[in-house]
């Protein structure tokens, strides 16, 4: 592995094998493993478990990482190509990239989605673009249609859960006063499916998911036995689920106009979580999301506060998968 | 010890204990007692050398550390129980600390006083209640009420200015341009009343310590063997006194009131130390503050750059008294 | 060697001996050469290649860094002297340097020119005031007119390319939006000066240099067998020219004066490095800057992209120098 952006670009037993020294490395620890190894985290967007989380996974394997978070001490990039820079950005990210790729053995970089352009976004342009300047392993931090830091952990989780590999997964979409990424979203329908699960997509008609990010997911539940589907009937999406992966995402159908957003989710207030949204799931039913959350807004206090919740585990197991990821990029087993 | 909350939550062989060892530390380094150890510091408010002193503690004893400052390329957090999360917060500490709590092996927090409610900033509420949602060691590093590495470190210059136990320690409140908080000040009378001291607050009417504040101090004085009162009384606080020790804080009686606050500094212009203040005192007393100092408002630039500061000493004994801190608490002696 | 200030502070041996060791780190690592050292980055201003390759070269060696940023989660720092500090600066520099120096082996800060006073710029007043202040060893990560760091790091550059002891280094003005800092002019004519080199300053004539750098440069000249020069005359100056070195600077003739430059520069578009400069010069001529750089303001697209441009090779090397100049500061070969 030279890479790690998306688990869509990786066959079944690499996403095994990451899962299994996931679960190796939290049972018996390596803290010599990447010593000398040296991480730079490009933060374009903030952040708190993944910028945590990764200088924790590179410091428990005894190596060491530098967050560089341009706008903090660091100058603005430019990421657009021939453009004249008599703006704000004093540096091009054409420069920034390949010099940065020269002091560290790896590098991690969080661009999130413009959310201007849905096209551009759903191709990936912005990460894209970055980790080609790179003469180096990359990781993906979470970009505008990836987020597989995330989705292994999450699939590490369900499975120390005992979720069934052919369960059922519902991806609900809620409230939130602001039109988010679908980086989350894709992540997760891809992660579930590629696992063999029943993967069901629980929304407004507005907030249906692009079909490439379907497609994507269908392709890999293809290959795993898997299912998916989309539904606004919340009944008939949560009948027997074994999860429900809370998330807010912007309307694909409405890209970047913020005002019929709005207008939108003044309409949509009862798509926050409630505890009797679980009434029809199975009994032992788990409630995950990806964290941040906003309480009471996405879902209320009383889901989160409650046994079904295994929010924090999911954030915990960011750091093993991480582990196992660095591990495998930075040759940690030779 | 698995938290380090307060010194008044200390006996005073525990006291004793970190003090010996910060010395230790300082003659005899100990480059690899917590070699695969991670501490997490979470910054919600600014700091120089806290920031500085604890991440340079941990590296001169073979562990790591990971600074977190929400607001800064961190979502901001919100604090409050029930509330319907729909305005800046992007998270709660409900979430985030057990997070964090998962990636290290013991955390600060740095939690300033809202300054708005007495009751609540006496309660040490915030900071409680963040220390609370941590399953791990937990390390204040400056609450509402309390500072004790501050407490620590102004021990250990104490002693090693040789300043007597039964000494006398005069704190003083200074004029500043804004209300600050008085987790100083408690700290402060707290420790040299724990130390046996005779303490006295030297303060304008209006700034007389909340009587929780003084009745801690006192507790720890009768056990010592110490004193503590108030006065208004310059001359008579400073005479034979062996140390003075410079901070400005709100006005408990005006707590939050801004504009009341700043009537009546403007009409405090005197308190600003001068050399003049030590006329009474013992010929060879000290000038401490905790830092940072504002010149020629709190204290004049005379008595700083005279023979009397020890500032930057008290600075530099932060960095040893919270190396014996982390070495107990995260097992070093093992 | 004690500190690191400026290249014009070292003897040519000195100078020989940094270029040696930090080849020699380049091929041959030495991954605990300054274990346990902790070295603290003071940056007043920003950066991007200052601040990831100063922390990858202490890391490198097996050593540690602490970045410090006042303004971002740290008081802002007053540097005047006798000042009344009722204003933003909630701390002195006279307090602030000498706290750092307990808790760090060696401190490096970054001071930029306040670009008011030209006088005061030239001497250097703000970063020699504090490393003044510093008991310990001290890195210039770029002061007011100088960038030593970046001079030693291209004169690796030059001599790994294999650039002539005695060739012709052109430093070229180019336009930009604002008025930028004399530092790395300085620093650069001053290393090509002392590598023996022909130097020509090519520059329209409000933008000539200080008449104190020339003389630096001159008298480095004069040691080194070299030669220094300014002229407006673009063909004259790069006829021969085995390096062109883009890089915009302030008037020194309208010092502070913003909007004179301005007005100025509307006049100054052509000065935009072009494919063509290069046609009177060496074929194999190189294209040097030491970035960041605002692309098809200072210099187009097709020389950064052509192979002349070394831009990113003189940035790695920064990482080899600075590995070096810490070797030596913290006796990584005793």
Chains 1, 2, 3 share one sequence.
């Not at 997964?169 to 990424?181: E, I, Q, T």
């Amino acid at each position: 592995m030279n890479r790690f952006h998306s688990l869509a670009e990786l066959d079944p037993a690499e996403i095994r094998d990451l899962l299994a020294l996931a679960s190796r490395l939290e049972r018996n620890p390596e803290p010599q493993a990447l010593a000398g190894k040296l991480l730079g985290l490009l933060f374009l967007n903030p952040s708190l478990r993944t910028l945590a989380s990764m200088q924790a996974a590179m410091h428990r394997l005894g190596g060491t990482s530098v967050v560089l978070a341009p706008g903090q001490g660091i100058w603005q990039l430019e990421h657009r190509d021939g453009v004249v820079m008599d703006g704000s950005a004093a540096e091009h990210v054409r420069e920034a990239i390949p010099v940065l790729a020269g002091y560290f053995d790896a590098l991690g970089v969080r661009a999130f989605a413009a959310g201007v352009d849905l096209e551009a976004d759903l191709a990936d342009h912005e990460f894209r673009n970055l980790a080609s300047l790179a003469a180096m392993p990359t990781i993906n931090l979470e970009s505008a249609v990836d987020h597989p830091c995330q989705a292994l952990g999450d699939w590490k989780t369900l499975d120390n859960l005992g979720v069934p590999a052919d369960g059922k997964l519902v991806l609900s979409w809620a409230n939130h006063p602001k039109p988010l990424p679908l980086a989350v979203p894709a992540a997760v329908v891809h992660m579930a499916a590629a696992r063999g699960m029943e993967v069901v997509v629980l929304r407004p008609d507005a907030y249906a998911l692009p079909e490439p990010i379907l497609a994507r997911a269908r392709s890999a539940a293809e290959a795993s036995g898997g299912r998916v589907s989309e539904t606004a009937d919340r009944a008939a999406a949560l009948a027997g689920a074994h999860v429900l992966y809370g998330k807010s995402w912007s309307s694909p159908a409405h890209y970047g106009d913020l005002e019929t957003e709005r207008d939108l989710r003044k309409r949509l207030t009862t798509w926050t979580i409630q505890p009797d949204w679980f009434d029809g799931a199975d009994p032992a039913a788990h409630f995950f999301h990806c964290l941040p959350v906003r309480r009471n807004v996405v879902v209320a206090d009383a889901v989160l506060d409650s046994p079904r919740s295994v929010v924090v585990r999911q954030a915990h197991n960011r750091l093993w998968a991480q582990m196992a990821v660095l591990h495998r990029l930075l040759g940690g087993s030779r």
